[in-house]
């Protein structure tokens, strides 16, 4: 625990399957992190689960505006 503690981490595909467990393990670790995913409302939802260190935004690594 706490091995990544406030440290800033960004998570692609993060409203579900691996790039979520990858997002709540970060978490567990003590970092803040930025889930993203295309599905906006799937990595709204898996932030809110996440609770206060987790941030939502929707983004489509494919589009360069997105970054």
């Known amino acids: 625990m706490d091995r990544?503690?406030?440290k800033i981490t960004l998570v692609t595909g993060a409203?579900?399957?691996?790039g979520?467990?990858?997002a709540?393990?970060?978490?567990?670790e003590g970092a803040i992190v930025w889930v993203t995913d295309q599905d906006?409302?799937?990595?709204?939802?898996t932030a809110r689960a996440l609770g206060?260190?987790?941030l939502a935004?929707?983004?489509?690594?494919?589009?360069e505006q997105h970054w």
Do not use: N
Not at 15 to 18: L, P, Q, V, Y
Not at 40 to 45: D, F, I, Q, R
Not at 57 to 63: E, F, G, P
């Open 52 to 54: 206060p260190r987790a």
């Open 15 to 18: 409203a579900r399957g691996i």
């Open 20 to 22: 979520r467990a990858i």
């Open 24 to 28: 709540e393990a970060f978490v567990a």
């Open 40 to 45: 906006g409302p799937g990595c709204e939802a």
């Open 4 to 6: 990544l503690r406030d």
């Open 57 to 63: 935004r929707t983004l489509d690594v494919r589009v």
